[in-house]
């Protein structure tokens, strides 16, 4: 079945470190992939998206590439701030059958930035 | 203002119980979604369903049953709630794309709701 790994976390940084949150998935198929972020007392946002190989998701600073050789999605920003601490999940999308619409989620990394 | 409502936020009941958490959404969407979130497991679909009167599980059915009786809405009904259904709920939609695997999934904010 399909499975996401997110690096485990927390992950703290200071204002303006650069951020690398690594995540891995097991797929059949050609998945999309998912960014989504969770800031304190809400639900999930969508943060980028990539819906092919080699497709780069970005999004208010943030980005992430699709690499179908390494089964890849890891999320990267160049200078982080306080407002960017939240919870964040990598998670995959299955095309067709019974799983159709089915998010695949990781187990989330959450972040803090102190400034 | 397009989005995904959940009632109520924030639930304590006590074992057997039966309660209902509303979702509602008012964009239109056939895909409906209920997930829970537990720390260290992120995500896991209970029920979907992909449009009026068609609903199927997910991984995680167990104590849970939903219906669609109107496109809009989506209950999630547990009949005798346990303290292992402690946990954090989202309901989710999205429009169906033929033949397409993209599918963004707009979330509502959440319920807690704890077991006693």
């Known amino acids: 079945g399909n499975s996401v790994t997110q690096m485990e976390g927390p992950v703290t940084l200071s204002e303006e470190a650069f951020l690398t949150i690594n995540c891995t998935y097991t797929?059949?198929?050609?998945?999309?992939l998912f960014w989504y972020v969770q800031y304190p007392g809400e639900g999930l946002q969508l943060l980028l998206k990539?819906?092919?190989?080699?497709d780069k998701g970005s999004n208010k600073g943030f980005e992430a590439t699709y690499r179908k050789e390494t089964t890849s999605f890891h999320l990267e920003k160049g200078s982080v701030q306080v407002s960017d601490s939240a919870v964040y999940f990598c998670?995959?999308?299955?095309?067709?059958?019974?799983?159709?619409?089915?998010?695949?989620f990781g187990q989330g990394t959450i972040l803090t930035v102190h400034p | 203002e397009a989005q995904v409502t959940q009632n109520p936020r924030y639930l304590i009941t006590v074992t057997g119980k039966k309660l209902t958490v509303t979702c509602s959404q008012n964009?239109?969407?056939?895909?409906m979604s209920w997930y829970r979130q537990d720390p260290g497991l992120g995500l896991r679909q209970i029920y979907y369903?992909?449009?009026?009167?068609?609903?199927d599980k997910g991984d995680v059915p167990e104590g849970y049953k939903v219906s669609r009786k109107e496109k809009r809405n989506f209950p999630l009904i547990l009949e005798s709630p346990s303290p292992n259904q402690t946990s954090l709920y989202f309901c989710?939609?999205?429009?169906?794309?033929?033949?397409?695997?993209?599918?963004?999934?707009?979330f509502g904010p959440g319920t807690r709701l704890t077991v006693l």
């Open positions: 989710a939609s999205s429009l169906l794309l033929s033949g397409s695997s993209y599918n963004e999934q707009f």
């Open positions: 797929a059949t198929g050609y998945p999309s």
């Open positions: 990539a819906t092919k190989a080699d």
């Open positions: 998670a995959l999308s299955s095309s067709g059958g019974t799983s159709y619409g089915k998010l695949t």
């Open positions: 964009m239109n969407h056939e895909y």
């Open positions: 369903s992909m449009n009026v009167e068609v609903t």
